[in-house]
């Protein structure tokens, strides 16, 4: 057992509104801009940033950044 | 004539800065795991809603950390962020129209890259795969406690057919254990040593294994809720006592094999 997304859910993330299961998307985008201007700013605005900060800001923007290229490419192949 | 001080200034790092007061203790870790269960349960309302509470989660671990005051809330922050980073890629990852076993396989890319990506905050990830004091009979007993865990689970929560999609059994079978990796080093692997340092042994184990199951909340079935907190904690519990995760990884590994194709190839025929 893994957790994942149940039926339910799966099935509006499917069949749903487009423009809310589209919402989870843009959500990610915006967590994402929010991590990759964080660590432009801690990384500006010092000569030493602090690497804890930015290896936790890591974290979140690397693995977003894959995600979100996903769902571009999924919508271009839905495109075309 | 003047005067100077003979007493030498404290040198800068034993200074604590000013506003480095957050310690993360129980009631942060219970207020976390409530956050963690909301943001989950909103999931059988609306997936956006719960995309952006586990986004809030994570920024939130993320704003905290400046205001840490000790080495093992440092220590835990990471993993406390991972965890809703994981959850939000589950959500929002385009893999609807995945059959259940290979989406766990697309899934399973990005969650090891948080892993690996916590893990390296702190140390290295082969030291995350060391035996520690026991030896490999013993790591060979925690796998065999999968055996009965997977006979309670698939009682507690039926596996639906078809889930494999195209997928033959042995392609689905390296999947799934490839799939189970990642999630068995977030939550056996990083969290529960991580939680133990801050809460004690005994509330360690039992957060751990609520988190673990708090990700199954959406499901919204209490013998799904029951089976994955009966497999944090037996887990947990091996975790604990053999201080590795290594018969942990393979236990969980044995486990989905039997549950999501073992059993309903003997069961269903």
């Known amino acids: 057992m893994t957790p994942s997304v149940p039926p339910p859910v799966l099935d509006f993330l499917r069949y749903g509104d487009a423009k809310a299961s589209m919402s989870a998307g843009l959500v990610l985008l915006a967590v994402l801009l929010v991590a990759l201007t964080a660590k432009a700013l801690l990384q500006s605005a010092s000569p030493a940033p602090r690497q804890d900060a930015v290896r936790l800001l890591n974290i979140l923007a690397v693995p977003l950044f894959i995600v979100f290229v996903a769902i571009v490419v999924e919508r271009f192949s839905d495109l075309s | 004539m003047t005067f100077r001080s ?44 719960a995309a952006g509470g586990f986004g809030l989660l994570a920024l939130a671990g993320c704003v905290a950390l400046p205001f840490t005051a000790d080495e093992r809330s440092q220590a835990l922050l990471p993993v406390m962020t991972a965890i809703p980073v994981v959850r939000l890629i589950v959500v929002a990852a385009p893999t609807a129209d995945f059959a259940s076993i290979p989406r766990l396989g697309v899934l399973a890319l990005p969650t090891l890259i948080v892993v690996t990506l916590a893990t390296r905050t702190r140390h290295s990830v082969g030291q ?21 865990l997977a006979v309670i689970v698939y009682l507690l929560m039926p596996v639906t057919p078809g889930g494999r999609g195209n997928l033959p059994v042995i392609a689905a079978g390296i999947v799934l254990a490839l799939a189970v990796l990642p999630d068995e080093l977030l939550f056996r692997g990083l969290l529960q040593p991580a939680i133990t340092a801050v809460a004690g042994q005994r509330a360690g184990l039992y957060l751990s294994a609520m988190m673990y199951a708090a990700t199954f909340i959406a499901y919204a079935s209490v013998g799904a809720l029951a089976a994955a907190f009966a497999v944090g904690l037996a887990l947990g519990w091996c975790r604990q006592r053999t201080d590795s995760v290594v018969g942990v990884v393979g236990a969980r590994v044995v486990l989905v094999v039997l549950v999501y194709l073992a059993f309903p190839a003997i069961f269903n025929g």
């Open chain 2, 6 to 49: 003979v007493v030498p200034a404290p040198p800068n790092a034993l200074v604590q800065p000013a506003g480095r007061t957050l310690v993360v203790g129980l009631p942060l870790l219970i207020g976390y795991l409530t956050a963690l269960a909301l943001s989950e349960g909103l999931l059988l309302v609306s997936a956006p809603l």
């Open chain 2, 128 to 148: 995350l795969f060391r035996l520690g004091p026991s030896d490999w009979a013993t790591q060979l007993a925690v796998v065999l406690v999968a055996v009965p």
